[in-house]
Every structure is written in C-alpha cells, then in structure tokens.
C-alpha cells in the first residue's frame, strides 16, 4: 500500500478513530456493550497507529520508533481490558511503549535534564507517587517507580524539544507527552486511591488524545522533532 501525501493525512483518520474510541468508552461503561470495548479499544489506538504508518515522513527511524510504540501500547490495551488481573504485563507493555517514544525523542538530540521541562515533570511524578504510595501494593511499588519515572523523562523530553523547536511536530509531541501523564494520572488515582467519576471517559479520552497527538507528530513533512 502507498502511504498518502500528507495533507490532510491526520483529519481523514480523525472520524473512524474518534468513532471507535467512542465505542469503547460506551462498551466500558455498559456491561451489555462490553464487547464494544473488548473490539474498539484495541482498534482504536491501531488506527492511530495506521495514520502514522501512512505519513511520509523524511525521518524514518522517528517514524518506526513511533509505530512501535503504538504497537505496544495496543499490546497494553489488551492486557488492560481483559477480565483477570494483567496489571503488570499490560504496565510492562506501556514501559517499553513509552521507551520507544522516547528513542524517537532522542535520536536527533539527546537528554537534557538540565532544562526546566525535567524539573516540571519530576515534580508532578513525585507528587502522583506521594498521593499513591500509601495504597499501592507492595508488589507493585517499584514496578510502577520505573514507569512513573520512564513517563516523566518521555514527556519531559518531549517538552524540552518543543522549548526549543517550534514547529508542529515537536508541540504535537510536547503535549501529547502531558496527556499520557493526566491519563496515567487519573488511571493510577482511580485504580489505587479513589474512584473517580466517569473514569474510562477522562481516562480513555486523554489517553487517545495523548496517542493522536504522538501519532501525528509524525506526520508532515519535515515536522518531526529532531
């Protein structure tokens, strides 16, 4: 299959990948819809990921990093949603989905802990482990510190990047890498420290827009971060 020009590329994707997250949100929350979720969760964030395959992109190793990452985070999807209790293998999924994102990151410009963007991040990831230490199994406490931490230095990273590049894709990347950690925020309350209202909305729903974001940092030519 020829990858598409990409303009307009991200917006024709749009609407079936905004119809099946809201299938899956509804099936999550239904449980005579269920099967909605168990089919459109997974499907959604493959869709984000076809977007991104079909982007022409001058920067092809950004572009595989990505798309692994996507693959993975489907790989997390399905552990996540499934009745038994995969918490681990769907977290270990997201840790090396996260990892992919962040080789993108720095394959064209290595870390830069010095710069505010790391300082912002270690703060919100100290305080997120603060409100979900006392509840958190003792299994699970350093599973969930390298995540937490592999999270924080991916987003950090991305904004870091944006301070420095403005243009499209390093922004796309920047605030993509903020959604991923208030999903995971929200996820990690709802599960360890208190039931939020409609949490698959906000979580889902941020998680996806972190996901479309990322996907689409891809896209367009010459935008990529580097």
């Keep these: ?100 994102y962040l080789y993108a990151l720095t394959r064209h410009r290595p870390l830069q802990p010095w710069r505010w963007p790391y300082l912002a991040y270690a703060l919100i990831a100290g305080l997120v482990l603060a409100v979900l230490w006392p509840k958190l199994p003792d299994p699970l406490r350093l599973p969930v510190v390298v995540y937490v931490v592999v999270l924080a230095v991916m987003a950090a990273q991305a904004a870091a990047m944006a301070t420095r590049q403005a243009h499209a894709g390093a922004l796309l990347a920047a605030v993509g890498g903020l959604s991923f950690v208030v999903s995971d925020a929200l996820l990690a309350i709802d599960r360890f420290h208190t039931p939020l209202p409609y949490a698959p909305v906000r979580v889902l729903a941020s998680y996806w827009h972190a996901q479309f974001l990322i996907a689409r940092s891809v896209c367009g030519s010459g935008t990529a971060p580097r």
Excluded: E, N
Aim: net charge negative.
């Design 1 to 100: 299959m020829s990858r598409d020009s990409d303009t307009g590329l991200p917006w024709k994707w749009l609407l079936p990948t905004g119809a099946s997250a809201v299938l899956a949100i509804a099936g999550s929350m239904d449980a005579d819809l269920h099967w909605l979720h168990y089919l459109c969760k997974p499907l959604t964030t493959l869709l984000i990921a076809a977007m991104a395959w079909q982007a022409s992109q001058p920067l092809p190793a950004y572009r595989q990093a990505i798309l692994a990452g996507l693959l993975l985070s489907t790989l997390g999807d399905i552990w996540l949603m499934l009745p038994q209790d995969f918490f681990v293998f769907g977290l270990g999924s997201f840790l090396l989905a996260h990892l992919a």
